[in-house]
């Protein structure tokens, strides 16, 4: 096995696939970078801690940088691996072009940006805020969130056309309340664009209560909008959890199978290897 072969066995996905010892401390290890990265974003909005602590939190980000940049470096390197069927240069773009590769780059690019290009500065705090995507990047070490991501792909119709309903009942809502509330409400109800507000507080049943009909008509629908809310807010979770339990199901069924080709190497219970497969 050569030099390209052992990073690529090192920092690939495991898609179900047996792994070796290293490549799951390796996974660790990204896993923990990118938590106390994210950690750091935050901890760096407070004026206090950035005061106090801003030389080690901007090492840290450096730090984090090199890491980040040094795995994109590879995993396109290694991309000809992960995309046999390619060439070379087309398993590159197709690595590039991946929602997991476009999330990798744009986790390091704020920090490259402001070298090449002269920017505003209002233009490059804004540009900090994409450090956040460095959460998605767990996508490729969790089977969870994986399994969440796919969920979301295989039911978007369904969950689309839930929330168009959702729309067109907020619509309907604040046009009613609009005509009912009008007139004795002319300071809170003044057009259905600002009655929306009522209508997405009084269908999520948050109720601020900056916002209420007075009228006993306005309140009677504004009852029933709040416990029609109560159902409609439901649907898509009940789709993503229908769908949760199937996916939970499969998976369940994958790593039984995985433990009965390999009884000696892996757990007959979870299917994961009881030791290094190298």
């Not at 390197?77 to 046999?84: E, F, G, I, S, V």
């Amino acid at each position: 096995m050569n030099l390209k072969h052992a990073i690529f066995e090192l920092i690939r996905d495991k898609n179900g696939k047996p792994v070796n010892q290293w490549n799951e401390r390796i996974d660790l290890f990204l896993v923990t970078l990118i938590i106390l990265s994210v950690t750091a974003i935050i901890l760096e909005s407070f004026a206090e801690i950035k005061s106090a602590y801003g030389f080690g939190l901007k090492w840290f980000e450096i730090f984090s940088i090199i890491i980040f940049s040094t795995e994109y470096l590879l995993r396109l390197w290694t991309a000809d691996l992960k995309y046999p069927q390619l060439s070379k240069v087309g398993a590159r773009l197709k690595f590039m072009y991946s929602p997991m590769g476009i999330i990798d780059l744009l986790a390091i690019l704020p920090f490259y940006l402001p070298f090449f290009l002269k920017l505003d500065l209002r233009f490059i705090r804004i540009l900090r805020i994409l450090r956040l995507l460095r959460i998605f990047k767990l996508r490729r070490y969790s089977s969870s969130l994986d399994i969440i991501i796919k969920i979301l792909s295989e039911k978007r119709f369904e969950l689309i056309l839930s929330v168009m309903f959702v729309f067109v009942l907020l619509i309907f809502s604040a046009s009613f309340m609009y005509s009912i509330e009008n007139e004795v409400q002319p300071e809170s109800f003044p057009d259905i664009l600002s009655t929306l507000w009522w209508a997405v507080a009084t269908l999520t049943t948050v109720g601020y209560g900056d916002v209420y009909p007075i009228t006993p008509l306005g309140k009677l629908f504004g009852g029933f909008t709040a416990l029609l809310g109560i159902g409609m807010l439901a649907l898509p979770t009940a789709i993503i959890s229908a769908a949760f339990v199937e996916a939970m199901e499969i998976q369940k069924e994958q790593k039984q199978k995985s433990a009965q080709e390999y009884p000696y190497n892996y757990c007959p219970h979870c299917g994961k290897p009881l030791k290094d497969n190298d």
